[in-house]
């Protein structure tokens, strides 16, 4: 029977759970959190699922001592700010085999560093959650790619949060394109740190553009309106494909923009997804989800920049506080 944990109990741990909740395979869950508030939302959430034979056991935590020994997979779904040192912290306590981060994975170069040299040490397979890979419509996309395609991806809406988001992009860009080597501009970012919605976290509006080592080129483009909606348009070869994750309507064209298919695709939530990731990390040591080390090469070359703007706003802290 395989043993899973998730630590950090909130909005996306709780659908992490979810989708454990559907597990074909034998389970003992685990989910930690220091909040007793958060706790109670996934229990809550776990008794919406049905019942589930597979799952033998769970166990509601909120102290470090009342951690397995040992656990095959550990979901780290805590905030940004505060995930290595739980990491650090649930190392000491329990052996771990496989963990996956969910992003942004940390908030700085640094600690990234340290993470990356405690996998090392404790020899801990590790991936990070950018599920845009998953996406069965990128079959779809890439049936029109060849080794010579440019792509060209565009992300437009409001204020959708283009700090703490645009990693998701990024990932799938590399996903498409194999190209995990890029530069962003800022000078078009909006001159003023905006409060993001989630309590102690900030985010940015205006343009970032984004210019990877094999041409492909990325355009993020986040207004100040409330409304956090946004469209994807995705340009390879003669074919241009709309993607509202709103609608869930996939709306392909020709290069005048006249419309060739509307077709309907379900952009599946996470409580449709960690039961599959886990299956295949725990039973084939592999997933479609980007490694620690792929994903730690893009997110340093995004929060590099960001750090530096940030702190030309005149941002105080050490670390970028996006999540």
Known sequence: ??????????????????????????????????????????????????????????????????????????????????????????????????????????????EIEEAGQILKVKNINAWVNCPKRLYEVNERILSFTGESSIIEYSVEGGNWGIGCNAIHFIDHMTCLTGDNEYQISTEDLDPKIWKSKRKGFVDFTGKLMINFSKGHTLKLIATSEEIPRYELKIKVNDKIFEMDEFTNELRVKDIDEKLLERVKYQYPHQSDLTQHVANEILFKNECKLPDFKESSLLHVQLLDPLMSFYKRLGGELEKLPIT
């Open 1 to 110: 029977m395989k043993k899973i944990l998730i630590t950090g109990a909130g909005q996306i741990g709780s659908r992490h759970l979810q989708a454990l909740a559907k597990s074909s395979f034998d389970v003992e869950l685990f989910v930690y959190d220091q909040s007793v508030q958060s706790l109670e939302m996934s229990r809550n959430r776990f008794n919406e699922m049905p019942t589930n034979k597979s799952v033998k056991k769970i166990h509601f935590l909120n102290e470090l001592i009342s951690l397995p020994a040992k656990v095959d997979l550990l979901i780290l779904s805590t905030p940004a700010s505060v995930r290595l040192q739980a990491f650090k912290e649930i190392v000491l306590q329990t052996e771990v085999i496989n963990v996956l981060f969910e992003k942004v994975l940390f908030q700085s170069t640094s």
